[in-house]
């Protein structure tokens, strides 16, 4: 069974970039996709990057010009780097790898921007 | 840029069919997934590729794409069904994914 594990810094400073890093356990990088999503306080799900099958790596055009995911495959991890935060980007992060029926979270990452 | 739309809330009681639909232009080209989301757990698939279920998922869930419109329907509502429930698709150039923006059911 694929687990996912992610961490980074939780409390953040305006203009600051956000850093985190899911990694991959139980199962192989390839095959899968990986995908980056937030939820603000009380609101729904938003989509903020992925990683595909055959390497590519697409963005939330709402976010492109500050989003960043990177891979790691020789550590099974890959990361998601968000720049100029603002208090509207606070919200829980997750991590999550999905290809058909298979679906994995990680347990998500409590993100706070504040001066 | 793209968006699926979803009511904001269902209401049925025990034992009801609850539908809940998602509506996105690219919809017919395009697979949907659907999550529920209980509160302090993140998303969990409760359907994947349109009207597939996972294998831990009780047949009650059955969904169904036709033209711009995709159906979740819970056969038989239990108040443990109660949920935030959210569509997820690709725009129709398959630059990027979307959620709906959720659709919070009550059974009661």
């Known amino acids: 069974q694929v687990q996912l594990q992610q961490w980074g810094a939780g409390l953040l400073r305006p203009s600051e970039t956000l850093s985190l890093t899911c990694a991959i356990y139980g199962g192989s990088f390839s095959g899968y996709f990986w995908n980056w999503i937030r939820q603000a306080p009380g609101k729904g799900l938003e989509w903020i990057g992925e990683?595909?099958?055959?390497?590519?790596?697409n963005y939330n055009p709402s976010l492109k010009s500050r989003v960043t995911i990177l891979v790691d495959t020789s550590k099974n991890q890959f990361s998601l780097k968000l720049a100029s935060m603002t208090a509207a980007d606070t919200g829980l992060y997750f991590c999550a790898g999905r290809r058909k029926a298979s679906d994995f979270w990680g347990r998500g990452t409590l993100v706070t921007v504040s001066s | 840029s793209y968006e699926l739309t979803q009511p904001p809330s269902v209401s049925v009681s025990p034992g009801q069919t609850a539908r809940i639909t998602c509506s996105g232009d690219a919809l017919p080209r395009k697979y949907v997934y659907w999550y529920q989301q209980k509160s302090g757990h993140p998303p969990f698939l409760v359907i994947f590729e349109d009207n597939k279920r996972p294998p831990e998922i009780p047949e009650r869930f059955s969904a169904s794409n036709s033209g711009t419109v995709a159906t979740l329907t819970i056969a038989g509502a239990r108040v443990e069904d109660e949920a935030d429930y959210y569509c997820?698709?690709?725009?129709?150039?398959?630059?990027?994914?979307?959620f709906g923006g959720g659709t919070k059911l009550t059974v009661l």
């Open positions: 990683v595909r099958l055959d390497g590519d790596i």
């Open positions: 997820y698709s690709t725009d129709s150039t398959s630059s990027y994914r979307v």
